[in-house]
């Protein structure tokens, strides 16, 4: 069972920044992607950036040139630093882990997500 926690979100001022954590742990035998997507009252789930264990990432056009994702394989964490941000940012953060996990020597491939983590963008 693969466990993911987020942390880091809050309540920022227009043009601030917080920085969100990702991390994931369990029966983990290793990590394709892991994403962070957001959620707007009223809107639909959408993706914010998301990167592979290899580095490659991908952002939301909405979010490019102000966030940045990074991760940290040795943890299984993954980490969204946001700049400059928006009242429009506001939103509940998830993370998403896809891998393998092992148990009882049989592998298995998992899609997780966390409980998600509140931010707000306001004066």
């Known amino acids: 069972q693969v466990h993911v926690v987020e942390s880091g979100g809050g309540l920022v001022q227009p043009g601030g920044s917080l920085r969100l954590s990702c991390a994931a742990s369990?029966?983990?035998?290793?990590?394709?992607?892991m994403g962070w997507y957001r959620q707007a009252p009223g809107k639909t789930r959408e993706l914010v950036a998301a990167?592979?264990?290899?580095?490659?990432?991908n952002y939301a056009d909405s979010v490019k040139g102000r966030f940045i994702i990074s991760r940290d394989n040795a943890k299984n964490t993954a980490y969204l630093q946001m700049n400059s941000l928006k009242p429009e940012d506001t939103a509940v953060y998830y993370c998403?882990?896809?891998?393998?996990?092992?148990?009882?020597?049989?592998?298995?491939?998992?899609?997780?997500w966390g409980q998600g983590t509140q931010v707000t963008v306001s004066s």
């Open positions: 998403n882990v896809r891998g393998t996990s092992v148990r009882i020597g049989s592998y298995y491939q998992f899609d997780s």
């Open positions: 369990g029966t983990i035998f290793g990590i394709n992607a």
């Open positions: 990167i592979t264990w290899s580095g490659t990432t």
